[in-house]
């Protein structure tokens, strides 16, 4: 039998037959009338009363997106032409199954199909594919709300597409779902991922997912790592970093992305890891965000600093770096002293700047944290006060008073 396609799901006639026949006697057994002797409005296509009972209004409650009913109909029809095989794609592979109360075609397949030999043969194209093409995993991302989002994550025909379901649990304990279908393509040690959902009634674009593999095959590691961009449910346009961790099956797959709490590991990873768009659109250069107008007061922080540290009457020492004018780089001034982060910013309504440092070399301090007030900047102060707070290398907790002599640049 030859690999799925684009995540199609091949099964047999005698299957399809009594699936169809199953999924429109639950349906007519709900309602009963008179128009769905009409195959179009049994169905859900061309000239059909939207207000009158269909299915596919009955499964479109269930996938909570468009059904074409259409498509429903035709493949009814290419059961009757005789094809010993039919392929479901999308969502119709899983949708007509739960509306029977099965969460997918194998658990349908052991409980409602009695001919022995056919059971077998439908099982075995189920192994068959899974043993050749599929891979399972939870991805991670930081989404809405604050809070870390699961997603299902199968890949199929040898690495060529994948199926996201995105896992959204709500306050009364229930879940949401968004589905999400793509292609995957595969660049030297990177796999670049295009998706796309259904909204309304077509598929429109989704977002865009790399993932860094070296050089080993895909599917051989535990975990892959990359970032994403994307639109949220509430179609703001999102950024951020992205973990899959692999799944031994479906099944193990399905039962950790519905726990409640993600794993502290993965939390500590991607907490904050998120860049979200503001909806806005600046037509001066004040309006690019509630940050702009402390741009006045971030152009004069280029220059020098020379900082001397006091805890109580005592002085621990010194640290001097320097903003560069041109790049708004920092570079340490104090020898053997190698910044490995940071990070200025001025917060607080534009009244407080701050430094933040991880250090290492021949240093007083692994972690520094510097906040002095903008006032000094402003009025062309040399002579700042401020406070600091970090860790020093023992790895003791230390605070107190630091005095800054600030040169400003004079390029």
């Known amino acids: 039998m030859e690999k799925q396609e684009n995540g199609t799901l091949y099964i047999t006639a005698h299957c399809f037959e009594v699936l169809l026949e199953k999924v429109l006697h639950h349906f007519k057994s709900k309602y009963d009338d008179a128009s769905l002797s009409r195959v179009t409005q049994l169905y859900g296509f061309g000239n059909y009363d939207k207000s009158k009972p269909n299915l596919r209004a009955e499964l479109e409650k269930l996938a909570g997106g468009f059904i074409n009913g259409k498509y429903l109909y035709d493949k009814s029809r290419e059961l009757h032409s005789g094809k010993p095989r039919l392929k479901l794609n999308g969502y119709y592979k899983e949708v007509l199954f739960r509306y029977l109360g099965y969460d997918g075609i194998e658990a349908f397949t052991r409980h409602e199909i009695t001919d022995k030999a056919e059971q077998a043969k439908q099982l075995s194209w189920i192994k068959k594919d899974r043993v050749s093409s599929n891979y399972y995993y939870i991805s991670y991302h930081f989404g809405e709300n604050k809070e870390v989002i699961k997603g ?3 890949i199929l025909n040898g690495w060529k597409n994948i199926q996201y379901k995105y896992v959204y649990f709500e306050k009364d304990g229930s879940t ?11 660049r030297a040690d990177t796999l670049h991922i295009k998706t ?20 080993t095959e895909p599917g051989s590691s535990a975990f892959l790592m990359g970032t994403y961009s994307a639109f949220d449910i509430y179609n703001k346009v999102i950024a951020g970093k992205l973990i899959f961790e692999k799944c031994a099956s479906k099944e193990e797959m399905i039962a950790k992305s519905m726990l409640r709490k993600p794993p502290a590991h993965i939390v500590q990873e991607i907490r904050n890891q998120r860049l979200t768009n503001s909806g ?14 402390y741009g006045i007061t971030y152009e004069k922080l280029p220059g020098t600093y020379s900082l001397t540290f006091h805890q109580e009457d005592k002085i621990l020492g010194t640290f001097d770096y320097k903003i560069d004018a ?4 920092i570079h340490p001034l ?3 002293v190698v910044i490995q982060k940071d990070n200025f910013d001025i917060i607080q309504n534009g009244s407080v700047i701050h430094f933040s440092f991880q250090i290492t070399g021949i240093a007083l301090f692994s972690r520094l944290e510097i906040f002095f007030k903008t006032y000094y900047l402003n009025k062309n102060i040399q002579d700042i006060q401020g406070v600091f707070s970090g860790l020093d290398i023992e790895n003791r907790l230390v605070s107190g008073r630091v005095n800054v002599v600030f040169e400003g640049n004079q390029e």
Do not use: W
């Open 326 to 329: 041109q790049t708004f780089k």
């Open 196 to 215: 796309k959902t259904l909204m309304g009634n077509k598929m429109v674009e989704g977002g865009e997912d790399i993932l860094y593999i070296g050089h």
């Open 280 to 293: 806005i659109v600046p037509n001066d250069l004040m309006e690019l965000s509630v940050k702009s107008p």
């Open 152 to 154: 299902q994550v199968t």
């Open 176 to 186: 949401k779902m968004f589905d999400y279908h793509g292609v995957i393509i595969r």
């Open 334 to 336: 104090t020898d053997g």
